[in-house]
């Protein structure tokens, strides 16, 4: 995997917080949740020093590897928790804690995932697996290039769509039951762009 310095042409937003006015919802942004320095060191050491993997999924009776790679980190007194995993790194918990104290929440797991250049993305979907229950709330961390992140109401074709740039050292917070009424995505680009990263912090519970 190609490893990138470019870190100087990351843009950190200037929204400051916003709260979203989206009916069944509750949609936080925080740009320059972590500042420049903060969010280049995080983005330099989490793209060189995580165990990223290929993902693949089964899709109508078809094995797909996702358009990206990720690493999954948890806590090892977790219910059912893979003891061969990596443990927390330091910069994983220290990017937790700041999390937890922002939102007032817990969480127990992280999912990283990177986006390596445009050709990777995630489809329309809702986080609401069974460990996670029905309307989770996710903490979402953004470092490296700026990816557009696009919501929509399942129900509700009226509610024109959502787009939010993610800039380097974001936080997105989706709680309430938005899980529940609303599919996000990350598209696709044709734009020559660099490496992005993604933490999406939750709490899982497979005694669900």
């Avoid at 069944?24 to 060191?41: C, R, V, W, Y």
Wanted: glycine share 4%; aromatic share 12%.
């Amino acid at each position: 995997m190609t490893l990138f310095n470019d870190t100087e042409i990351f843009t950190s937003g200037l929204a400051g917080k916003k709260v979203f006015d989206l009916p069944d919802t509750e949609l936080l942004l925080h740009d320059n949740f972590f500042n420049k320095e903060e969010s280049n060191h995080y983005y330099t050491t989490l793209l060189q020093a995580t165990p990223w993997q290929k993902y693949a999924m089964e899709i109508y009776d078809k094995t797909v590897t996702v358009p990206r790679m990720i690493s999954w980190y948890e806590d090892n007194n977790n219910l059912g928790a893979d003891l061969k995993k990596p443990n927390w790194t330091p910069e994983l918990l220290s990017i937790k804690d700041r999390v937890e104290k922002e939102t007032q929440k817990k969480f127990n797991s992280v999912l990283l995932n990177l986006y390596r250049n445009g050709n990777d993305g995630v489809g329309w979907h809702s986080d609401r697996e069974q460990n996670f229950g029905p309307n989770a709330i996710i903490a979402s961390v953004s470092f490296g290039e700026t990816r557009m992140f696009r919501l929509r109401h399942k129900f509700r074709k009226e509610i024109p769509s959502v787009e939010i740039p993610l800039h380097h050292g974001s936080l997105l917070l989706m709680a309430g039951t938005t899980q529940s009424f609303w599919q996000h995505q990350v598209p696709k680009t044709t734009k020559d762009i660099l490496p992005r990263i993604n933490l999406t912090f939750r709490k899982i519970d497979r005694s669900l």
